[in-house]
């Protein structure tokens, strides 16, 4: 079964199509790379896909079921761009208020154990608003992974990240994958895409214009995706 | 097609207004108020009107909120800007009316603070709509909006009628309960001509939104291609 | 549901956490409470029985400034870090995060009230401990309604350039019935023999307006929130 299906989804704002009959199905277990230049729509199809926006026509199903709801939400992992943590709470604290959010049985131990993971489990009891960059966006990542989703929504997780956040990401959505969980993330970062992606997707004005595995060509030459597929000349 | 409706409505309105303000000039003066108390003529209906097309408006915002269609929204606010306008008429009316007949220019009295406060209420919905850049964000923030303002219409009502809260309040002295007989038919096509005129002005603004709208996406399209 | 009022207790925990620990809104409230009562006592030059006569209107008159600043801050403090977005695509449902917001408005709204009462009191020499009890009742059944509305617009008015401006706009003629409600029953009950059933109309306007405009933000803050 498909872990998402998109079926048509079109996206309006005002009279303006951001999204244009997109039909996408994502195999379980599936890693996809959502490409596209910026103002493509990749950030409106994962607001989409996070609940956050609803499609102006066309469905969207997770595992066969409608893909909303707090059953659907409770599945799903969302990094927007902003990291999403509270600058006056700490750590923990951030943690236990999603672990909450998401009923998990028992949030003390799943944030600690997900402090673990990104490292930051020493710091655990301090602000966020008092930690370094990288620090926030390692948070971020372990509030959006915490709760074990089925599927993770990226949105450019990788941009701005340092190294070691970036290590932790890439580790993080390698484990995520070996236990099963669908990512579909968009990103400007081809190399780090290509190395993750099992699948890939153009989007190029609310279309999508290529859907498929990912082939060779795309880790030797990133850019080959957008010559071949994309609009010519631009 | 519509153009021709307002067209028939606007002059059908007019016409009417016209033969109306005929009749009620040459009805026989009140004794106690003299010649003022025409304006009774086009002061309520034009409350009552306003409260009409509020109404209206509550269906279309609510209809919005299910359907998403945007003509709903147009006519939702073509309709609030046709009824708050009334509720201008209502309020200058009644002013110089009141000075007429008590010597002040506003009394706060029950009927003219409720329909001040329709005014106020649906005041917010009118400064909020251009605040809003984004037609989808716009329509939807308007309809929750206008349904919490028509929420509150009743309870404005009670609570100016609350006993021991204001002792300053007068009745309101236009409201007398029954309307003599040779006033009910000028009344009731002040109501008519109102209702005409008001449905004309509200498919004139649908049609400015509907372009509106239509420029605004061709805009987008423009910028994103 | 069960599930929903937990998310809605975490929420409103969250809220409350943090602005004990940074203060901002309770201290910018209160000060602007104070100054406003100071700036009321220069406006007119009367009698005590003359105070008392308006110490209702008075009051409430604060109490809403006071409550326009707490309740913008309710869904503002979601903006930085997009904290909104993680919020919504949580398993809470949208009711949930509306009700853990005017909790924690209506919690932060009555301590600014509990502290600028005494101040009240002192400048205008209104002895408000008489009647604590309905005093308290009526400050409960109005704050909570100050909450629903103004978080629920606080909502609305969250990504629009003149957020602090439109609030007030559309928050206050809603307002009105409850704030009468609320300065006529006040007035009254520092009066010292209160009349029942004057009393009695303004809780009747007072529960009512909570009603009506609780059950309109729980039911329609999902259309608010996710468009």
């Not at chain 1, 579909?184 to 004005?205: C, G, K, P, Y």
């Not at chain 2, 449905?199 to 399209?221: C, G, M, P, V, Y």
């Not at chain 3, 620990?21 to 009367?46: P, W």
């Not at chain 3, 924690?104 to 401990?129: Q, T």
């Amino acid at each position: 079964m498909d872990a998402l299906a998109v079926d048509g989804v079109w996206k309006y704002f005002g009279d303006y199509p951001a999204l244009r009959a997109v039909t996408v199905k994502v195999p379980e277990g599936a890693c996809l790379a959502l490409l596209g230049r910026n103002g493509a729509g990749k950030t409106t199809l994962l607001r989409i896909l996070a609940n956050l926006s609803r499609p102006t026509q066309g469905h969207i199903t997770m595992f066969g079921a409608p893909a909303k709801g707090d059953s659907f939400r409770s599945k799903i992992g969302y990094l927007g761009h902003g990291i999403g943590v509270y600058d006056d709470l700490s750590a923990l604290e951030n943690l236990l208020l999603f672990g909450r959010l998401h009923r998990i049985a028992d949030p003390e131990a799943a944030a600690n154990r997900a402090l673990d993971r990104v490292g930051l489990l020493r710091v655990k009891d301090g602000l966020a608003r008092e930690f370094s960059r990288g620090m926030r966006q390692r948070l971020a990542v372990a509030r959006a992974f915490q709760h074990n989703p089925k599927v993770l929504l990226l949105d450019e997780p990788f941009t701005s990240l340092d190294d070691k956040a970036i290590a932790v990401l890439q580790q993080l959505l390698a484990e995520a994958r070996s236990e099963g969980a669908t990512i579909i993330m968009s990103t400007h970062q081809l190399r780090e895409a290509m190395e993750l992606a099992s699948h890939v997707a153009l989007l190029e004005r609310g279309k999508i214009v290529h859907f498929g595995p990912r082939v060779e060509e795309m880790i030797t030459d990133p850019t080959w995706l957008y010559r071949t597929y994309g609009e010519q000349g631009q | 097609m519509r153009d021709k409706v307002i067209l028939t409505l606007g002059v059908l309105g007019t016409l009417l207004m016209a033969w109306n303000l005929n009749t009620i000039s040459n009805l026989p003066n009140d004794a106690l108020q003299g010649y003022i108390f025409r304006i009774i003529f086009i002061h309520v209906p034009a409350a009552i009107t306003a409260q009409v097309f509020y109404t209206v408006a509550l269906g279309c915002c609510i209809m919005f909120l299910l359907r998403k269609n945007f003509f709903w929204d147009s006519l939702a606010v073509a309709s609030i800007e046709v009824g708050t306008m009334l509720v201008l008429v209502n309020l200058v009316t009644g002013s110089i009316w009141g000075r007429n007949q008590w010597g002040v220019w506003w009394a706060w009295d029950l009927r003219m603070t409720s329909q001040l406060m329709c005014f106020l209420l649906y005041l917010g919905y009118l400064l909020l709509r251009p605040a809003i850049a984004e037609p989808t964000q716009r329509a939807t923030m308007s309809s929750i909006v206008g349904i919490f303002a028509y929420a509150d219409i009743p309870l404005v009502d009670m609570a100016i009628r609350m006993p021991g809260v204001r002792t300053q309040h007068p009745q309101p002295v236009l409201e007398t309960g029954t309307l003599a007989p040779i006033y009910r038919g000028p009344f009731g096509i002040g109501i008519i001509v109102l209702l005409l005129i008001g449905t004309a002005l509200i498919l004139l603004r649908l049609n400015q939104e509907h372009a509106k709208r239509e420029i605004d996406s061709l805009r987008r399209q423009l910028h994103a291609a | 549901m069960k599930a929903g009022f937990v998310a809605a207790w975490a929420i409103a925990r969250k809220d409350l956490q943090t602005e004990m620990r940074t203060r901002e809104s309770i201290n910018a409230s209160s000060s602007f409470s104070l100054v406003i009562l100071v700036l009321f006592s220069f406006a007119f030059d009367l009698e005590r029985e003359a105070w008392l006569a308006i110490s209702g209107g008075l009051l409430w008159m604060v109490y809403a400034f006071a409550g326009a600043l707490i309740v913008n801050r309710s869904f503002a403090r979601e903006i930085p870090n997009d904290c909104l977005d993680v919020l919504i695509a949580s398993p809470a449902p949208p009711w949930a995060l509306f009700l853990g917001k005017s909790v924690s408005a209506f919690v932060l709204l009555v301590i600014v009230e509990l502290i600028s009462l005494p101040v009240f009191g002192l400048f205008y020499r209104i002895d408000w401990w008489q009647h604590f009890g309905s005093v308290m009742g009526v400050l409960a059944l109005a704050t909570w309604g100050i909450s629903v509305v103004g978080v629920a617009f606080s909502a609305v008015t969250v990504n629009i350039r003149l957020r602090e401006l439109m609030l007030p706009v559309l928050l206050y003629p809603v307002l009105i019935p409850l704030l009468l409600g609320a300065m006529g029953s006040t007035t009254t009950l520092f009066g010292g023999n209160p009349d029942l059933t004057n009393i009695t109309a303004a809780l009747k306007l007072l529960i009512g307006f909570d009603i009506i405009y609780t059950a309109l933000g729980v039911g329609l803050v999902e259309f608010i929130l996710v468009s």
